[in-house]
């Protein structure tokens, strides 16, 4: 009963939830062995991944492989975990495994994640008719799974941007999100994937104030969901910036996103030079909105994000130096 209450705030992506449960099940579980074992693995390697912690996932899904008989299920999950963690090759290995386990002959699943494994590899002319095949036979075969669907939009939407065909990219996107509004909601981490993808696509094509829209619900997505991570914070603002340089737009309304995003972050104990990066490109984006409202702000997430940096740059972990530049300038600017 508590795997299958895990695994349902797993799905629901209450993932603090699932975590605490699956802390205290996993001991017991492979204590006892076959079958509680397995399946306990199973779960937490799917939660991990929608945790940002792919190489841990990686980790939970070999031992799974080393414990069990060879399944394509098994076989498929490391290829996906290995293609989030960019080894694509050792991907595209464990999805033919699973291509071979079922027959050899790749189904519309197969096909999905091989496509998406030659999309990260650069083979964009075998990557894109292998997606574009999988989105129709789901839409043939399984139209009663939309958000399956919305996941193959975005897929081939993402091999479209890569191929510099951005108009075709945002409209499949477009569609992706809809159909995520339709289902899963507006603060899915699946929603917050397709509006992101949208935002970079919109901005290349010129549609600037449509990109900083879209730019604004992926941010709101990960400001205040479970699996809140400084990455694509950072950067989001920077696109926000990069938008900001092309068309004026209002910063201003990254105000009290910035705010929800610090106190997630600080609420799960994440403070660090990677924070301190976020504070203070936040900081900048709202001095360049010009307004007086958030500046007092802005200068708070300046010198707190600075004193993260510069801790970071002197402990060795990255030479931060351009951006302790960049935080120091700003700041002195301000003073004048």
């Known amino acids: 009963a508590a795997l299958d209450l895990a695994l349902a705030h797993v799905k629901c992506y209450e993932l603090d939830k699932?975590?605490?449960?699956?802390?205290?099940?996993?001991?017991?579980?492979?204590?006892?062995?076959?079958?509680?074992?397995?399946?306990?693995?199973?779960?937490?390697?799917?939660?991990?991944c929608k945790q940002h912690r792919q190489a841990d996932a990686a980790e939970l899904l070999e031992e799974l492989a080393n414990k069990a008989p060879p399944h394509p299920a098994t076989f498929i999950n490391l290829g996906t975990v290995y293609n989030q963690l960019r080894q694509y090759e050792k991907a595209e290995v464990w999805f033919l495994q699973a291509v071979q386990l079922k027959g050899g002959t790749p189904g519309r699943e197969d096909l999905w994640n091989l496509g998406i494994a030659r999309k990260n590899m650069g083979k964009y002319d075998e990557a894109l008719p292998m997606l574009e095949q999988a989105l129709e036979e789901f839409q043939e075969h399984?139209?009663?799974?939309?958000?399956?669907?919305?996941?193959?939009?975005?897929?081939?939407?993402?091999?479209?941007?890569?191929?510099?065909?951005?108009?075709?990219?945002?409209?499949?996107?477009?569609?992706?999100?809809?159909?995520?509004v339709a289902t899963v909601g507006t603060m899915s981490p699946l929603f917050c994937s397709a509006a992101e993808g949208l935002a970079k696509s919109l901005k290349v094509e010129g549609r600037y104030d449509e990109a900083y829209e879209a730019l604004l619900e992926a941010f709101t997505v990960h400001a205040k969901g479970d699996a809140v991570h400084p990455t694509p914070l950072f950067e989001l603002l920077d696109l926000a910036l990069e938008i900001n340089g092309l068309k004026s737009v209002e910063l201003a309304r990254l105000a009290p996103l910035v705010d929800a995003a610090v106190e997630n972050l600080d609420r799960r104990g994440l403070v660090d030079g990677?924070?301190?990066?976020?504070?203070?490109?936040?900081?900048?984006?709202?001095?360049?909105?010009?307004?007086?409202?958030?500046?007092?702000?802005?200068?708070?997430?300046?010198?707190?994000?600075?004193?993260?940096?510069?801790?970071?740059?002197e402990a060795g972990e990255a030479d931060l130096s351009h951006e302790i530049l960049e935080a120091e300038m700003l700041l002195r600017g301000q003073l004048q």
Do not use: F
């Open 274 to 313: 990677n924070v301190g990066l976020v504070m203070s490109r936040a900081g900048k984006a709202l001095l360049r909105s010009g307004n007086e409202a958030v500046a007092a702000r802005a200068r708070e997430l300046l010198h707190e994000g600075l004193g993260l940096v510069r801790k970071a740059h």
């Open 18 to 48: 699932a975590d605490a449960i699956y802390r205290r099940c996993i001991g017991e579980c492979r204590r006892r062995g076959l079958p509680w074992d397995v399946k306990c693995i199973q779960d937490m390697a799917t939660l991990r």
């Open 142 to 180: 399984e139209p009663e799974h939309p958000v399956t669907i919305a996941k193959l939009h975005s897929s081939v939407g993402g091999c479209l941007h890569d191929m510099g065909r951005t108009a075709d990219a945002a409209e499949q996107y477009g569609r992706a999100r809809d159909l995520y």
